[in-house]
């Protein structure tokens, strides 16, 4: 039996420490009702590497899945590269991109 997913939340915290999130380090000392409350509802992933640790690369590595910090500058997604959010579009499931960066919006929405 297959399932169809048609709704994906992502949260992307790239500056933010798992072992402070009690969801995931429940000792930590940290209170982050909200999140646990989410990530109780949700897929938590215990083994992400990026490829990247600023965050603008972090996020290209995650969209992508590209890990090409140490031979791309800092930069947008290409015009040739389909992030994620393509195939789950095409998979029909809504995307949505909240962001403080004003740049990503633009480039995602248009891939």
Known sequence: METK?????????????RHMLSAYAP???V???NLDR???RGRRFMRHYSGSLPCI???????CGALDFLW???GSIEQWERPITHYLRQAGVMTQLITDQL?????V???
């Open 103 to 107: 740049l990503w919006t633009a480039i």
């Open 57 to 63: 690369p972090a996020r290209h590595d995650l969209l």
């Open 5 to 17: 997913v048609d709704r994906v939340v992502l949260v992307l915290l790239d500056s933010l420490n």
């Open 109 to 111: 929405y248009v891939s």
């Open 72 to 74: 791309k500058p800092w």
């Open 38 to 40: 989410l990530a109780a």
């Open 31 to 33: 209170d982050t009702p």
């Open 27 to 29: 000792d930590c000392g």
